[in-house]
């Protein structure tokens, strides 16, 4: 008996912990099926309908198309920007260099909460009114740093000499970034890209500072909180659960298909 | 600027070429004319200045001063890409994101060529990996993946080829079979190779003509041969192959001979063979060339007596004696294993002599 348990450890160890960590998603799932009605608290009885109409809550469907408007927007513009400062750093040596390498790292270690206070006095001594583009200005803030420290790391382990070979091969610099250095660094593109979506879709607290009237997703799962999550919310973030699931599979599966080739 | 991949031909001349990076000279004023077609080696230790040679002729670094002409054509500050030279790559520096074909296709698409399928097909079948073409860089063994490196470049037909250091990262019996290869291809293709690196066995090997360099200057240019007989100084007779140089002063320097006084032996060789003209000079001999006898033997025109054998080592073809002699220099000897060998233990006196043709002497180094 002790040697069986001996020898098993590890597999109870990892087993309690995913345990652990996958109970807040299990019941998420299950109540985005519960027969709630307005308090998605206790359990009521199976149904779809929540399923069926996503947008049945009301606002939760504004609340989702900002979160995704803002999402995309702060994506599409933190990684063009920290792609072109991730090349600067990487590439290139300029006076303060080391100190902006310094400062792409603040952003990631200041409280949120912090950041998200001083934010909005900023805005407010620039009477700026706080709303949509306030809340994509903000993201796009914190989304760089996380893009510039994975983007930099992929251009660091590219190969100067790949750059050289291209040019010797009659590739002018246009050339040679599109066909070499761009296609090379891609997959830490990609990456930075998603990390930025997922930061700005899941941001509350500096959100909650500078997006005024608009509602976000976050925010409005923590409005309704005070009076009763909807069921609907359960749904939107199951779905974004499995959507999320399907990319990190799909990527392993193309991975390991590659893998396969190359054996 | 104009694009001269297709129009330079001709023998490559650098002119009073010079590389500086702050105040390190890594190329110092090199004149050197490497004719068309010929399998050209600059030989050197790391830090002589060839690759930084290579790369001002790539046009991956930009000269300090001096020119670089292919034919007729000033290429100095015409940018790599418009450049009708290509470079094998140490470690190849393949595309990882491209196939086989595709890399060996990309100079071809970069310059808008329109055979490119037929071009890559019978340069493939060249290098004898048509049937990998499909295949990514990673899935290939270093030795195919040098194949394929110098495929990419001499598929392009260039005026120049370079090849840095290309059979460093292989295994030796590999790169034995590389260098035959690489000869080959290059009587195959008929353009001019220029063959950097540090391996003076490589370079003898495959070359032509030999340029060895130091500190940013060339020592010598010659063929393997020349240079490995007929040494100019006291770096190419060390760095190609070894030398025994012993210290000497020069007695009568007039006629045909020279002779030459090492502590009390008098030791001669052709004037020709003498590349110094001050008093005291480095007579040089190479080990091979010296044959070890016991003591009393008879011996040959020159001879060094009072030796005493140190170390003797079996390396299978020769047998290789480590000889001091009275004034505490040790002396190399290696003999063929051919059956005439002598019959010499460790400890016994030795004498040791040689041919007068075979002597060089040159200045000392300081």
Not at chain 1, 83 to 89: N, V
Not at chain 2, 66 to 74: E, M, P, R
Not at chain 2, 345 to 357: A, F, I, N
Request: glycine residues 8%; proline residues 4%.
């Amino acid at each position: 008996m002790s040697r069986w348990f001996s020898r098993n450890l590890i597999r109870i160890y990892a087993s309690l912990a995913l345990i652990y960590l996958f109970i807040p998603v299990g019941y998420t799932m299950a109540f985005s099926f519960n027969d709630a009605g307005k308090r998605n608290i206790n359990w009521q009885g199976f149904t779809l309908d929540n399923w069926k109409n996503p947008c049945g809550a009301p606002d939760i469907c504004v609340a989702l198309g900002n979160s995704l408007k803002i999402g995309f927007l702060s994506t599409l513009v933190a990684t063009i920007l920290g792609t072109m400062i991730a090349f600067a750093l990487g590439r290139y040596k300029f006076r303060g260099r080391s100190s902006t390498n310094l400062l792409i790292f603040l952003p990631m270690a200041t409280p949120e909460i912090v950041m998200g206070a001083s934010l909005l006095a900023m805005f407010v001594n620039l009477n700026v009114n706080t709303g949509f583009w306030t809340t994509v200005i903000a993201h796009i803030m914190f989304c760089i740093s996380f893009v510039v420290v994975t983007v930099k790391a992929r251009v660091a382990s590219l190969d100067p000499k790949l750059e050289e070979a291209a040019r010797d091969l009659y590739a002018n610099e246009y050339q040679t970034f599109r066909r070499v250095t761009f296609p090379l660094v891609l997959p830490g593109i990609a990456a930075a890209a998603l990390l930025a979506f997922s930061l700005s879709f899941d941001d509350f607290i500096i959100t909650n500072f500078n997006s005024g009237t608009i509602t976000t997703f976050p925010k409005f799962v923590w409005i309704s909180s005070i009076r009763g999550v909807p069921a609907q919310a359960n749904v939107i973030g199951t779905a974004m659960f499995l959507i999320a699931l399907f990319i990190v599979i799909a990527g392993q599966f193309i991975g390991s298909a590659k893998a396969k080739r190359k054996s | 600027m104009v694009d001269v991949t297709s129009s330079a031909v001709g023998d490559l001349q650098l002119r009073n070429l010079t590389k500086t990076f702050a105040d390190f000279v890594a190329v110092d004023d090199l004149t050197l004319t490497i004719p068309k077609g010929s399998f050209f080696a600059l030989l050197g230790p790391s830090g002589c200045g060839k690759t930084t040679t290579l790369r001002m002729i790539a046009g991956l670094e930009e000269p300090t001063s001096g020119s670089i002409h292919i034919g007729a054509t000033d290429i100095t500050y015409t940018k790599p890409y418009q450049r009708p030279v290509n470079t094998v790559f140490q470690n190849y520096a393949l595309f990882p994101h491209l196939t086989i074909f595709e890399n060996v296709a990309f100079g071809l698409r970069r310059r808008g060529i329109k055979d490119v399928e037929g071009a890559v097909t019978k340069t493939l079948a060249l290098v004898e990996l048509g049937h990998l073409k499909d295949r990514k860089p990673g899935q290939l063994s270093g030795g195919q993946q040098q194949r394929i490196a110098v495929a990419r470049a001499i598929v392009n037909r260039p005026a120049l080829l370079f090849l840095d250091e290309p059979l460093g990262a292989l295994d030796l019996k590999l790169r034995r079979q590389m260098q035959i290869e690489l000869k080959w291809i290059q009587t195959e293709v008929g353009i001019t190779f220029v063959h950097v690196t540090h391996d003076q066995e490589e370079a003898m090997t495959m070359a032509d003509t030999i340029a060895v360099m130091n500190k940013g200057r060339i020592e010598q240019m010659g063929s393997p041969v020349e240079l490995y007989e007929n040494p100019k100084t006291v770096f190419v007779a060390n760095f190609l192959g070894q030398s025994n140089l012993i210290e000497a002063a020069v007695q009568t320097n007039s006629g045909a001979e020279t002779s030459v006084d090492i502590h009390g032996s008098r030791i001669i060789l052709p004037s020709s063979r003498n590349k110094s003209s001050k008093s005291k000079v480095l007579v040089g001999i190479r080990p091979e060339k010296i044959n070890i006898q016991t003591a009393g033997s008879s011996v040959g025109k020159n001879s060094l007596s009072g030796g005493v054998v140190t170390d003797i080592s079996f390396v299978g073809v020769s047998t290789q004696y480590q000889v001091e002699m009275p004034w505490k220099q040790e002396i190399m000897v290696f003999e063929q294993n051919d059956g005439g060998a002598p019959n010499i233990r460790k400890g016994d006196q030795v004498t040791l002599s040689w041919e007068p043709h075979f002597t060089f002497a040159l200045d000392s180094e300081n």
